[in-house]
């Protein structure tokens, strides 16, 4: 699959749209502290250089298992407001604090506050759900906070060795997971999609976390592997020896994996005033 081609995600397809992972899965809870394992020291290093500050008002949309939410309420102070949302609060249960709020919500079609927030952060969810949840992260933002993304791409997946055979493997989870929208490229995608979103000063980064089979980094993605596992065969992508032969090349430790994060940011111009004032800073 060429994960560079240019994607085109029709009005008609816009309403398809979906997250394929099933949060009520009993292991997502696992997998989703996976994630946060392997991409939380750079997200917190990201928007601590944005100069988060005592005060604000910060959104996390698609909060997951709460990692960041939690670290955001610390980081803000009593002072400061967290709201983390998720379209399943399933997994956001233990969180609480007296400064943040969690609340069940689709980004693609529920009411949001306009203009209010200091900062607005998403990771792993608008390459699912694309530019109209990315519209809707926007207008949440108050003049002169920033908006900040985290995606992944594909294209920078890398596998040693056996890279060809699991890159056909890639290539067929990324084909199937486009039929509900998902788009494997979104990560070098970010730039030009914030700054179509009227954003000024973005900027990007990335980072790649390299692991070995069978250590505790491998568990996402073998995690997210088992839990479309069937609809995969199901679908004729993939078939069922090379599904086999993936899980246990993750499960060999003689197996070294590369998989990549692109951060992105942009802040909100500052004229056309808000609802809000500006968080202290
Ligand atoms: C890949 S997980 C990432 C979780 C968390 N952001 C992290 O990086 O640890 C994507 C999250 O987005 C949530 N999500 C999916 N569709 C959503 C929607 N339409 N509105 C809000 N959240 C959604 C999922 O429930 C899931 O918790």
Redesign the pocket.
């Known amino acids: 699959m060429e994960y560079g081609g240019r994607r085109r995600v029709s009005p008609r397809m816009e309403n398809t749209i979906r997250?394929v992972?099933d949060?009520g899965r009993h292991d997502e809870h696992e997998r989703?502290a996976a994630?946060?394992r392997l991409?939380d020291p750079g997200t917190r290093a990201v928007i601590d250089a944005l100069g988060i500050q005592p005060g604000w008002h910060c959104l996390e949309?698609?909060?997951?298992?709460g990692?960041?939410a939690r670290w955001l309420a610390e980081t803000v102070g009593p002072e400061g407001e967290v709201l983390a949302?998720?379209?399943?609060t399933l997994h956001l249960d233990g969180l609480a604090a007296p400064n943040l709020e969690v609340r069940r919500?689709?980004?693609?079609s529920d009411p949001l506050p306009s203009a209010h927030f200091d900062l607005v952060h998403?990771?792993?969810?608008m390459e699912?759900?694309g530019r109209r949840?990315l519209e809707r992260a926007v207008s949440a933002v108050r003049p002169g906070g920033w908006l900040v993304l985290e995606d992944h791409d594909w294209g920078g997946a890398l596998t040693h060795p056996h890279d060809e055979q699991m890159r056909q493997v890639f290539d067929a989870v990324a084909r199937f997971m486009s039929r509900a929208g998902y788009d494997a490229a979104y990560g070098r995608r970010l730039v030009h999609e914030l700054e179509r979103a009227g954003l000024d000063d973005v900027a990007a980064d990335g980072r790649v976390r390299v692991y070995r089979g069978a250590s505790p980094a491998t568990t996402f993605l073998r995690l997210s592997l088992e839990s479309m596992a069937a609809s995969l065969i199901a679908s004729d992508e993939l078939a069922y020896e090379d599904l086999s032969w993936a899980l246990a090349t993750l499960d060999d430790p003689d197996s070294v994996f590369l998989t990549p994060m692109i951060a992105a940011w942009g802040r909100k111009p500052e004229r056309g005033g808000g609802d809000r004032a500006p968080g202290r800073r």
């Open positions: 997250y992972f949060q989703l994630m946060e991409w949309i698609g909060a997951g298992r990692s960041i949302t998720d379209i399943s919500h689709d980004i693609l998403a990771r792993l969810v699912h759900l949840s």
